[in-house]
Nanobody, 126 residues
Framework: QVQLVESGGGLVKEGGSLSLSCAAS????????MGWFRQAPGKEREFVAA????????YYADSVKGRFTISRDNAKNTVYLHMTSLTPEDTAVYYC???????????????????WGQGTQVTVSS
């Protein structure tokens, strides 16, 4: 059974940093692009960041570009999201995702996701 387990969420003050991890089990995703999405209360789930199967290509939503960094460790079957300069607008449940494709040229579309994590809450206080 495939599982994606996010960790690292929590409460942080505005301007602070937080790092999320997503550990996959049940199968290896070293050939899949992976990414992060988020969903704030009352809003639709939105794309945050994506990384190709090798880690050589990354893509970010404009709202997080320059502040967030996505990375992966295929040996650990884990993808990470390091978030800095957080603002209250970053408050959301963050989900990791496995794309059906290996390569990325732009954001991952939700329709292309084959597996989702259960989500981890990130709350940024002002």
């Amino acid at each position: 059974q495939v599982q994606l387990v996010e960790s690292g969420g929590g409460l942080v003050k505005e301007g602070g940093s937080l790092s999320l991890s997503c550990a996959a089990s049940g199968r290896t995703f070293s050939s899949n692009a992976m990414g992060w999405f988020r969903q704030a209360p009352g809003k639709e789930r939105e794309f945050v960041a994506a990384i190709s199967w090798s880690g050589g290509t990354t893509y970010y939503a404009d709202s997080v570009k320059g502040r967030f960094t996505i990375s992966r460790d295929n040996a650990k079957n884990t993808v990470y999201l390091h978030m800095t300069s957080l603002t209250p607008e970053d408050t959301a449940v963050y989900y990791c995702a496995v794309d059906k494709k290996s390569y990325i040229s732009a954001q991952i579309m939700a329709a292309s996701v084959i597996y989702w994590g259960q989500g981890t809450q990130v709350t940024v206080s002002s």
